[in-house]
């Protein structure tokens, strides 16, 4: 499955941004999917995944409460909602499927990895 994440961009402190990862090739509906972020000379870090169905996910202390994942199986798509962003949220973000369908949450779980978007966040 091939995956393309967008939905990146600058913004200010305090304001907005939804990501989507969209996937092509196979279905995205029996995988779990994940959101991850990169900073330069960090490793990249979980930031919340979302089971197969939608019903069950998971968000990483730092975001929860202000990002929310969802999916739409429909089209093929899981979106990253992120409200109250801090500049500290800036860095690439990455969308990943496994075919594992239950909330995963380490990086190593995950078969398939999209390009990523970069989010900059401004003070």
């Known amino acids: 499955v091939q995956l393309q994440a967008s939905g990146g961009g600058l913004v200010q402190a305090g304001g907005s941004l939804r990501l989507s990862c969209v996937a092509s090739?196979?279905?995205?509906?029996?995988?779990?999917v994940g959101w991850f972020r990169q900073v330069p000379g960090k490793e990249r870090e979980f930031i919340a995944s979302?089971?197969?169905?939608?019903?069950?996910?998971g968000y990483a202390r730092t975001v929860k409460d202000r990002f929310t994942i969802s999916r739409d199986n429909a089209k093929n798509t899981v979106y990253l909602q992120m409200d109250s962003l801090d500049p500290e949220d800036t860095g690439v973000y990455y969308c990943?499927?496994?075919?594992?369908?239950?909330?995963?949450?380490?990086?190593?779980?995950?078969?398939?990895w999209g390009q990523g978007t970069q989010v900059t966040v401004s003070s």
């Open positions: 090739g196979r279905t995205l509906s029996t995988k779990a």
């Open positions: 979302i089971d197969w169905s939608g019903t069950k996910r």
């Open positions: 990943a499927a496994t075919d594992v369908r239950e909330v995963v949450t380490n990086q190593l779980g995950y078969d398939y």
